[in-house]
């Protein structure tokens, strides 16, 4: 009889959250200088209901936002966020604007209200995407120089080009021919610069395109064969044009 009525009043407590629910990790995905709402999933928050918000710190968890007895304390979530958060009154769910790369984290969410539920948020903030720049790189014609005639010719022929991004951190850069994947490099959480060559006919008709990207936004910048490698053409027979005159002189 009386592993009977345990067995009830465990069946009663955790088919209430007294226990507390299951934790849940929802991941979200945001650009610098964006909002972002991360909901409670309660609709109204009543007198007696609690609402607790963490940040996890240095694998610390801070108490950033709470109401309770429809009450909203803050805390010292200015020195953290400044004036970007938010915590709406009404539902309880957390408002951040103009979210920055160092709000990246563990969000922690305990909603008491008839029972206990456990929720955490997995956030993460890219920075801001640059358009990468294509440039032709006209340097190589002077190794012509230490080559023979009929190898100089076949150099000219070809576009050397070189896709760039300034300060990047997390992303992807590739170089496409049409929807295929030619080449790529990748970086993640160092801010640097990145620079993918490649190499094309001068009178090549394919569409090539330099993508970078991270998981949640990407840029493209697609080749103009005409206009950069005719330059490049040009400056490239000017100096094969010198070199080989050179050579007749001497």
Not at 48 to 56: G, R
Not at 79 to 92: A, N, V
Not at 167 to 179: D, E, F, I, P, R
Request: proline share 2%; charged share 15%; glycine share 4%.
């Amino acid at each position: 009889m009386i592993h009977i009525y345990i067995f009830l009043c465990l069946w009663i407590w955790f088919s209430h959250g007294v226990i507390g629910d299951t934790d849940e990790v929802k991941s979200v995905s945001v650009t610098e200088g964006d909002s972002v709402s991360l909901n409670t999933g309660v609709s109204e928050v009543q007198r007696n209901d609690q609402i607790l918000w963490m940040f996890n710190i240095n694998n610390s968890d801070t108490r950033i936002a709470e109401i309770h007895k429809q009450v909203i304390d803050m805390y010292d979530s200015n020195k953290i966020f400044g004036d970007r958060l938010q915590m709406d009154s009404r539902t309880g769910s957390l408002i951040i604007r103009n979210i920055r790369t160092e709000h990246s984290g563990l969000y922690k969410l305990t909603i008491i209200k008839a029972g206990v539920t456990y929720k955490s948020f997995s956030v993460a903030v890219y920075a801001p995407l640059p358009i990468p720049v294509i440039t032709s790189n006209s340097s190589n014609c002077s190794s012509s120089s230490s080559s023979s005639s009929s190898s100089k010719r076949s150099s000219v022929s070809r576009c050397s080009l070189l896709c760039s991004a300034v300060n990047v951190s997390a992303v992807t850069l590739s170089w496409y021919k049409g929807n295929s994947l030619l080449s790529s490099i990748s970086v993640t959480d160092l801010s640097i610069s990145l620079s993918l060559p490649l190499e094309v006919e001068y009178h090549d008709k394919n569409t090539y395109s330099c993508v970078i990207n991270n998981p949640i936004r990407n840029q493209t910048t697609h080749l103009d064969i005409t206009q950069l490698c005719t330059l490049t053409m040009k400056f490239c027979s000017e100096i094969l044009f010198r070199i080989i005159l050179m050579m007749l002189l001497f």
